[in-house]
């Protein structure tokens, strides 16, 4: 089936090692919390301060921004916008494009600057693209990550019932 | 594009309700909005203009329950249901799993949800997506008001059935939800075709709104399986 075809999961090495990445750029860049967002609005991981807003409704108006931008981009005759910048009175957000399927979400106060967020950001792209390049290639294979809803059908009757 | 997260025990798929404009998409999420646990469900998102018309989308993530250990979460969105928001339409579809047309039973609607279905075939084919291989339900909505088409003539203009080609699939298929119909058939012609699964509905009573979402999420969860 092409939808599952183009699915993909990460395991808890991938996880540990994208929160790792995370956690050294927050400390790096003194921001106060990351969000690693799908593009089609799906929050991947939380690292940091725990946000005190709705993660996923924020993880789906994110994936909503960077499409509308990614369009705009096109419009001007550019490929995409790879960076957005929000400014707030207090809270500022910076977002990046990761391997083109994630995005990158950096939150932050005036106990940092946005010069800052924007060099360590960048590292961070570049880390975290090499990470999700692995986890994409695996993609949904089923020798690496088991179906965990294989001969389920039963299971699956039952709920609706 | 459904999301297993391993970490949380979670898979999340995304279904999107789509249809002409003004024909129920918004009022079914806030039914099941209205409806479920507060713990089971989300913040219900909309991104509309100031006369409540869908500008890029609702959003509403609930929980239909846990199958073996992992929770299964359903990101539900609408798209904007006028044509002049398509570019924010096609948007919403990038990673779908599940696909519900609520279609306007009013004879007046007819051509809109025609419409409506050839633009979902259009965004989605511009995509790579094959809505007859996917989980897909229609939902002819309104279906208490006095200018309803039937659901013969419903089915003829929105529903008349894809050809199928894999010969393991042509057998027939009855639809379990409607005794002595079929999802899948062979025509007098010889050709097998097959139709996706319809339900009734008045979604600002709530009427087939739950009927819904539950075919539809069991479709897309067993794709998966």
């Not at chain 1, 409704?57 to 001007?76: C, E, G, P």
């Not at chain 2, 084919?125 to 013969?152: C, H």
């Not at chain 2, 008349?160 to 119909?181: C, F, K, Y």
Request: hydrophobic share 40%; charged share 25%; with cysteine.
């Amino acid at each position: 089936m092409p939808v599952s075809a183009s699915s993909w999961s990460f395991t808890e090495d991938d996880f540990g090692a994208i929160t790792k990445a995370l956690e050294r750029f927050l400390a790096d860049c003194n921001a106060r919390c990351a969000l690693l967002v799908d593009r089609t609005g799906q929050l991947v991981a939380t690292v940091g301060q725990r946000p005190d807003f709705d993660p996923t409704a924020f993880a789906t108006l994110t994936a909503a921004d960077f499409s509308a931008n990614d369009q705009l981009a096109k419009l001007v005759g550019e490929n995409d916008f790879s960076s957005l910048f929000h400014q707030g009175e207090k809270e500022s957000m910076y977002l990046a494009d990761v391997a083109r399927r994630v995005i990158l979400v950096v939150l932050f106060d005036s106990r940092t600057t946005l010069g800052l967020v924007r060099i360590k950001m960048r590292q961070t792209v570049v880390e975290l693209t090499q990470l999700f390049e692995i986890v994409f290639a695996r993609g949904g294979s089923a020798e690496a990550v088991p179906n965990i809803l294989a001969g389920a059908d039963d299971e699956i009757d039952k709920l609706f019932q | 594009m459904s999301m297993i997260n391993y970490a949380s025990r979670e898979i999340n798929c995304k279904i999107v309700y789509y249809g002409p404009g003004l024909g129920g998409k918004t009022t079914n999420l806030e039914h099941v909005y209205g409806k479920v646990q507060p713990d089971t469900r989300g913040k219900l998102i909309s991104l509309a203009t100031e006369t409540e018309r869908t500008l890029f989308f609702d959003f509403l993530p609930v929980d239909l329950g846990t199958i073996r250990g992992f929770k299964t979460r359903f990101h539900l969105y609408t798209v904007p249901g006028q044509v002049y928001y398509n570019a924010s339409r096609k948007l919403i579809l990038k990673g779908v799993d599940g696909i519900v047309f609520v279609g306007d039973s009013q004879v007046e609607r007819m051509e809109a949800n025609q419409e409506a279905m050839q633009n979902l075939y259009d965004n989605m084919a511009e995509y790579g997506y094959d809505l007859t291989t996917m989980p897909f339900v229609i939902q002819y909505n309104k279906r208490d008001l006095p200018n309803a088409a039937s659901i013969r003539e419903l089915q003829a203009s929105l529903n008349p059935g894809w050809e199928v080609t894999e010969s393991t699939r042509m057998r027939p298929l009855a639809d379990p939800a409607h005794p002595g119909e079929r999802l899948i058939e062979q025509l007098p012609t010889g050709e097998w075709i097959e139709r996706a699964p319809y339900l009734e509905a008045v979604a600002v009573s709530g009427e087939g709104v739950f009927e819904t979402l539950r075919a539809v999420s069991k479709l897309v969860l067993k794709s998966l399986a």
